[in-house]
């Protein structure tokens, strides 16, 4: 069995943060990731942050992971990556199970552990959903931003929260043409200034419509879309039909935590936080001792929160388990006041009702 | 419609047999994925997860934080039992 003090699994934003802050008061860390190279989502966002520039604003999210690990590569000698390895179980005695690569599988005992595993898409129901063309949002901008790969040639959106009105820019940029973009909700999710560049490329937004039915026999070839009322229930007589051939589904994404369900810490739904979130303190230990989590996986925000999250998580699980930095008190005031900070804005308003519901 | 609308795509289930059965009284999710393995493939009950847990909310009447979501145990992925097997022979 592989010993280890600090266990962080996922290498997004908030799991490289936790991991360089663990490191930096002293502890031994071992990032465990899924995925062939570090940084998360992240790698796939072209375009430039919002927020405060303690969070990379104004820096376009592909280059955080470098400025991030160049940053962990400080930290060398105590930080230990494994790639292409997947967390995938945590057991009642806290022992992480590792599948590495489908050809290697080992246990690791860590003495305290991060759990910053991200989100995942949530998806629709409506008839023909499984027909080729029908992406999730995440999917089409790894075709497009990590493979250099066309998803189609006409696409109809759906859902204008920020994630659906950036990857609908990314999709123009790439010469897609986008037919429309549409959202159940009477209003659009996403930051205006995101709406009104694509509204001034002519893109309409409908807001209060659903998609009806996906129509085509061996791969999309049309959308139908309806109007819904004030309960989300379809208004007939409202059908709008598109020629498509890409379906991008952007509802919003849920917290990937499943982990920390099996180990036993106690979770809630919070719709808020957009799902299931496990019960934390202030410091991000969940009701298990020793078993902290950080980034979307507590709750879905966006990448500034998260490294934020992960520093403070990360201190305060080395602090946990015998490093505790002089300045802790300090640090650890700082992250929290961040937090304050990226959370002060209107929009972040359910975010703060959301975390509400999970303080232990 | 019902039948062409896939709410678990590992296991190809419809919103048709998940509406009979919750019809039919089974009302939690773990009922529900014994009885037609939603849940049970490779991605774990993450596409039919909270669309299941919003049909059951819809048809009692319940809020969403009032349904029990599904028990989730280890592997996450699946994992060959030969390196199980290994691992397990090199703790001995």
Known sequence: MKQAEIVVIGGGPAGLCAAMSAAKSGAGVLIIDRNKSLGGQLVKQTHMFFGSEKQYASTRGIDIPEILLKELAKYKD?????TNSTAVGFYEDGVITVLEKEDKYYKVEPKAVVVATGAYEKFLSFPNNDLPGIYGAGAVQTLMNVHGVKPGN???????????LIVSYQLMQAGVKVAAILDAAPKIGGYLVHASKIRRMGVPILTSHTVKEAIGKDFLEKAVVCKVDEKFNPIPGTEITFDVDVM???VGLTPLNELLAMRGCRMKYVPQLSGLVPVR??????????????GDASGVEEASAAMVEGYLAGLCAAAKIGYKPDD?????????????NLR????ARHILAGLDQIRR | MDENTIICRC?????????????????????IKRITRAGMGPCQGKTCGYLI????????????QDIKFQTNRPPVVGVKLGLIAEEGRNEE
């Open chain 1, 78 to 82: 105590k930080v230990e990556i494994k």
């Open chain 1, 154 to 164: 006409r696409v109809l959106m759906v859902g204008a929260g920020n994630i659906g």
């Open chain 1, 248 to 250: 991008c589904i952007s």
């Open chain 1, 281 to 294: 303190d202030e410091n991000y230990e969940t009701t298990v001792e020793n078993i902290f989590v950080a």
């Open chain 1, 328 to 340: 802790f008190y300090e640090r650890r005031k700082d992250y929290m006041n961040q937090l304050n």
């Open chain 1, 344 to 347: 002060s804005g209107p929009a």
């Open chain 2, 11 to 31: 296991s190809d289930v419809t919103l048709k047999e998940i509406r009979e059965l919750i019809s039919q009284g089974y009302q939690t999710f773990d009922e």
């Open chain 2, 53 to 64: 847990m919003r049909e059951i909310a819809n048809a009692t009447g319940k809020n969403m």
